[in-house]
């Protein structure tokens, strides 16, 4: 599986994620693949090309911003997005959370079509499709 971990979290985290999981799977930071400052729609555009890739993301606009949550559910891409209060909570509890929810996410992204998005809850295991 390809993993994305989007801007609004600390490239820390896709470095430990991508120790932890190679060679099993590949866990870039979106600045070190795109920069910093890229547009949503354009690494959006980008990775969908490529193929299927999974994104983790903080940035919950996505699903709300008519251009960014058009490009998002017409890709190839699978988006895991934080719940609002795992998304301000410290990095601890989210890495924690990620993790504890890895093989969920796994077998979501093995299943569903490109364009799907989820959120990844504070306290549930339970993972719920975003519409």
Known sequence: MKVLI???LPPALARALDALFAPQHE?????KRFGPGV???EWITTLSREGRWVVISADRRITRNKSEYNAFRSSRLIGFF???GLNKSPL????ERILALWNDIEILADRVGG???FELPMTSTRIKQLK
């Open 92 to 95: 601890t509890k989210q890495a």
């Open 115 to 117: 364009g799907a998005m």
């Open 27 to 31: 866990i870039v930071h979106l600045r």
């Open 6 to 8: 989007d801007e609004n």
């Open 39 to 41: 547009k949503d729609v």
């Open 82 to 84: 934080l719940s609002a």
